[in-house]
C-alpha cells in the first residue's frame, strides 16, 4: 500500500463516519416530527411553576416542566436525560420538577425534602435507589443533610399532603394522563423520550424562543 492510499484510507473512514451521524440525526429529527411536531405553530398550555422544585435559571430561554412519578420506571429512565440535558443547556434551560404521583408515599418524602431546602439531592438518590419504601426514604434524610426529625413532621403533615395533591389535580387540569409528561415553553410533549430525541425538542425550542424574540425587538415601535 502507498504513502497516498495510508493517507487517504483514515481521511474516507472519517467521512463516512459523519456522514452516519447526519444520517442518524436527521432520521431522529424526521421521528421527532412525526411524534411532537414542530416548536412553529405548536398548541402551548399555561403551566404555572410556584416554588416547585427547579434547577437552571429562572431566565433560561426553555422551561421544562415535567410531570413526573419516583414509581414509574420511565421517569427513572428520564432523570438521566435531564442531567445531561442540564448540562448540554447550562444557562438557556431550566427544569420544573411536578408530582403526578399513583403511590404518594415517594412523593410525600420528597416534598418533604424541597420544604428542608433539599429536594434535589433527595429526589436523585429516589431515582437511584432499586427499591422505594420507608426504609429508603430514611437513608436518604442522611445523604441529602435533611434534619430528620423536621423530615418526619413534614411527611406526616397535611400540607405536604396537600402539596401532592395539588400537582396532580394540576396535571389531570392540564391533560396529563401519564408520566413522564413534559410541558416544555408550554408545549405537551408525552412520555419516555431518549436523550437524543428530547435534546432535538429543546434545540427546537431553542431557535423558537430567539427568533420570537428577534421578532419582537424588530416589531414597529421598538427601538
Excluded at 444520517?23 to 410556584?50: D, F, H, S, Y
Excluded at 410533549?189 to 428530547?198: A, K, M, S, V
Aim: glycine share 10%; charged share 25%.
Amino acid at each position: 500500500m502507498g504513502k497516498k492510499a495510508v493517507v487517504v484510507l483514515p481521511l474516507v473512514v472519517a467521512l463516512c463516519a459523519m456522514g452516519a451521524a447526519t444520517w442518524r440525526q436527521r432520521r431522529v429529527e424526521r421521528r421527532v416530527i412525526q411524534l411532537a411536531g414542530e416548536a412553529e405553530g405548536a398548541t402551548r398550555q399555561q403551566v404555572p411553576v410556584g416554588d416547585s422544585p427547579q434547577q437552571g435559571p429562572r431566565d433560561a430561554k426553555v422551561t421544562v416542566v415535567e410531570f413526573a412519578d419516583f414509581h414509574c420506571g420511565y421517569c427513572v429512565r428520564a432523570a438521566s436525560v435531564r442531567r445531561r440535558l442540564l448540562a448540554r443547556y447550562a444557562g438557556r434551560l431550566r427544569w420544573v420538577f411536578k408530582s403526578f404521583a399513583g403511590r404518594p408515599d415517594a412523593a410525600r418524602a420528597a416534598m418533604a425534602a424541597h420544604a428542608g431546602g433539599g429536594f434535589w439531592a433527595y429526589a436523585e438518590g429516589l431515582f437511584d435507589a432499586p427499591r422505594l419504601g420507608p426504609r429508603t426514604f430514611q437513608r436518604l434524610v442522611g445523604q441529602a443533610g435533611l434534619d430528620g426529625h423536621r423530615f418526619n413532621e413534614l411527611v406526616a403533615s397535611e400540607e405536604i399532603a396537600e402539596r401532592v395533591e395539588e400537582d396532580r389535580a394540576l396535571g389531570v387540569q392540564l391533560g396529563v394522563k401519564g408520566t413522564p409528561t413534559y410541558f416544555i415553553n408550554g408545549r405537551r410533549i408525552e412520555g419516555y423520550f431518549p436523550f437524543p430525541y428530547l435534546d432535538v425538542i429543546v434545540r427546537q425550542e431553542l431557535v423558537f424562543a430567539s427568533s420570537a424574540t428577534a421578532r419582537r425587538s424588530s416589531a414597529p415601535g421598538r427601538h
